[in-house]
């Protein structure tokens, strides 16, 4: 059953020995000849707690589009796991997908599923054999702490309770890079710090992690690598980022907190 995905040769390598994602002069147009992306060279290793911040417009979502292959790059390569996504024929793509978990902002659940039937979907149709769908469901709901709410469907739950369903479905296939487009957007900032420390329990279990973000609060709490876009380049790369506000105009201005990190301008 669901025997039509057969696993094909599509191994990422995940012995730390190369980078998760190593991008080279990356370049985006899209076809009404907008650029997105220019030049990008970026290296982020297994393992690593990455976030991606800049304006609206200024290219994060189309970066991470590219490393789970919605998107197709103009030039450049992107290699995931040292797998070229460049030469990745079409129908390979929802077998990388099995490796690359991704979270949304607005959760994209089915309204007609429970939490663990939703979960559960994402096994199905990669061909997971019925008799350990069970156990996978249950374990990555426990992660997010929802077993109790298994049963209800996507209405019956909260926005942070519907992102929760939607993080444990990015996980219930294992993925070793894990990307999520803004995943606290839609949220209050209770529900922001419950997701933010799931999060970080999935990094502390080996996989690589990847957000996009306009949540200064979450950068500057969590102080963790963050890369700067702007209009469609990478412009800053810092080992420890955080925003800061000082009152000099609207903008995200230049400051060097106390401690091993920094702060960019980003407006």
């Known amino acids: 059953m669901w025997g039509f995905l057969k696993r094909p040769e599509i ?8 980078p998760m994602i190593d991008i080279c002069e990356l370049d985006l147009v899209y076809p009404n000849g907008h650029k997105a992306l220019h030049d990008i060279n970026l290296q982020i290793n297994k393992g690593e707690f990455v976030f991606l911040v800049g304006t609206t417009g200024s290219g994060k979502s189309s970066l991470l589009k590219l490393l789970y292959r919605e998107l197709h790059p103009s030039g450049g390569s992107v290699l995931v796991g040292g797998l070229d996504l ?3 024929a079409r129908h390979e793509v929802p ?5 690359v978990g991704v979270i949304f902002q607005d959760f994209r659940l089915l309204s007609n599923k429970t939490a663990s039937e ?7 149709i990669t061909g997971t054999p019925k008799r350990k769908i069970p156990s996978r469901v249950a374990q990555v709901l426990e992660l997010v702490g929802l ?3 298994a049963k209800r469907l996507p209405s019956e739950l909260s926005g942070g309770e519907q992102q929760r ?12 890079l894990l990307l999520a487009d803004e995943p606290t957007g839609n949220l209050d900032p209770d529900s922001t710090g419950d997701i933010m420390q799931i999060l970080s329990r999935v990094q502390n279990s080996g996989t690589t992690v990847v957000v996009a973000t306009h949540n200064q609060q979450v950068v500057d709490l969590m102080r963790k690598r963050v ?21 000099r105009g609207s903008g995200l201005h230049v400051e060097q907190p106390r401690g091993p990190f920094s702060a960019v301008v980003v407006s």
């Open 147 to 149: 077993s109790d709410k």
């Open 11 to 18: 191994n990422l390598d995940t012995s730390g020995q190369v």
């Open 95 to 99: 077998y990388l997908r099995r490796s």
């Open 227 to 247: 890369l700067v876009m702007k209009r469609g380049h990478l412009v800053h790369d810092l080992a420890r980022g955080a925003y800061r506000l000082d009152g």
């Open 118 to 124: 939703n979960v559960a979907y994402a096994l199905e």
């Open 86 to 88: 460049v030469d990745l």
């Open 165 to 176: 369903v939607a993080i444990a479905r990015s996980l219930v296939n294992e993925p070793v």
